[in-house]
């Protein structure tokens, strides 16, 4: 049985390079940092103070309204990132087409600080005099549901929480639902806001970049490299089958293949053998009906922590063989830093701006050679080349490694 074709027609993004595709496409290319001092939270008693915040992000200018509800930071990107995903892509909800319309959202963090401060009244006075208004955020769906609710989305609503990978597995939950007639288009994507409490969360945890050198610095497959830079973000796809796009809609690119693969090793430490990670990269092949030469370009998972890049560097050899030393590889975390469920997503995007402007974004902050981290890396300039398939990684400490592959439409 053939395969439905399921196409983007819509992207929405609020990240620390820019809001909306065309900034965000366009400080990607030129290489331009997100990395920034934190303004949300005091950190003059933590050796790290910078991460991808969001510094421009004014949620009243783009929901275009005159004041916000009690919503956490996480809901607001969400629903500005979907607001742009709907413009871009022209396309109205109504009642002939909402019941056939659904929301499908990756966020791990997206709650926490919410959870956070209504405990912290409940605890300090009392159950009693909790904030009511604070409690709809607390719960893990609240940024999808109010996806739906703001726009009348009446079809299904689901949140995914897998970590790094939640982004991509959200797309591979719609379009499953869109091959099995359950939905004829999704806005999906994903969230994590910069928070003080999953900030130190990644901090105790001796994750992030800073805690040993100094500067904090994103450097995917550095030699120097000591953690990732934890950063917010939020993006959104409007993903349609193929069949019933309207002929004036602009299609960004298709889904071909996805691979999903759960391989736990230790508390948040990635298997040594990188099983999960080359299972999933061939499963996504398969599913697409592509071997490693067909493809043109490698979005890596690469968040410059001393473990994890070396195993995706050691997977990468072994799907592709001897073409690993010609596919082109690349690193978006390097640039928008570790932005958790909401990096595949990002990355998506990413592969979509190369398949319409054929250019790659680059690796930058890559210093010193590591030889146990060699590939044919896009370094400090974007790349002039033309992008017809895109492999995208996302592989998480927990075990959960996801792939995907974005495709030129003809």
């Known amino acids: 049985m053939n395969k439905k074709r399921i196409v983007i027609t819509g992207i929405g993004i609020v990240s620390p390079i820019g809001i909306g595709k065309d900034e965000f496409w366009e400080n990607l290319f030129a290489g331009k940092s997100g990395i920034k001092p934190i303004t949300l939270f005091d950190t003059s ?151 003080l409490q999953t900030f130190m969360g990644l901090y105790k945890l001796d994750y992030l970049s800073g805690l040993h050198s100094t500067p904090a610095c994103s450097c995917p497959f550095d030699k120097n490299r000591d953690g990732v830079v934890f950063a917010e973000g939020a993006t959104m796809f409007l993903v349609q089958e193929a069949d019933l796009v309207q002929d004036k809609t602009k299609i960004y690119g298709q889904i071909s293949g996805v691979g999903s693969v759960f391989d736990p090793a230790r508390f948040y430490r990635y298997n040594p053998k990188g099983t999960g990670m080359k299972r999933a990269m061939k499963m996504a092949l398969d599913d697409a009906g592509l071997k490693p030469e067909d493809i043109d370009c490698v979005f890596a998972n690469a968040n410059a922590t001393r473990g994890a890049d070396p195993i995706e560097t050691l997977a990468i050899k072994e799907v592709f063989g001897k073409y690993s030393q010609k596919v082109l590889v690349t690193a978006v975390k390097s640039i928008t830093g570790e932005t958790y469920s909401n990096s595949g997503s990002l990355a998506v995007a990413a592969a979509l701006g190369a398949i319409a402007e054929n250019k790659i974004s680059p690796i930058i902050n890559y210093k010193n050679k590591d030889e146990n981290c060699e590939l044919n890396f896009v370094l400090d300039k974007a790349k002039k080349q033309k992008v017809t398939h895109a492999l995208i990684n996302t592989f998480g400490p927990n075990g959960k490694n996801t792939s995907i592959i974005i495709s030129r439409y003809n």
Request: contains cysteine.
């Open 45 to 195: 008693n933590l050796k790290v103070k910078v991460a991808g915040e969001i510094t421009d992000f004014d949620p009243l200018v783009i929901l275009e309204v005159k004041k916000i509800m009690d919503l956490d930071r996480a809901t607001l990107l969400l629903l500005s990132a979907a607001k742009l995903c709907l413009e871009d892509g022209q396309f109205q909800i109504d009642e002939k087409n909402t019941y056939q319309t659904g929301v499908a959202v990756g966020t791990t963090f997206g709650s926490l600080n919410s959870v956070s401060k209504y405990d912290q009244e409940a605890l300090t006075e009392g159950p009693r005099y909790a904030n009511p208004s604070v409690f709809p955020s607390t719960v893990g769906n609240s940024p999808a549901s109010r996806i739906s609710i703001k726009h009348k989305i009446k079809g299904f609503n689901t949140t995914i929480s897998t970590g790094i990978s939640a982004g991509l597995d959200a797309l591979e939950y719609s379009a499953d639902l869109i091959e099995l007639n359950r939905a004829k288009q999704i806005l999906v994507g994903s969230v994590e806001d910069l928070s």
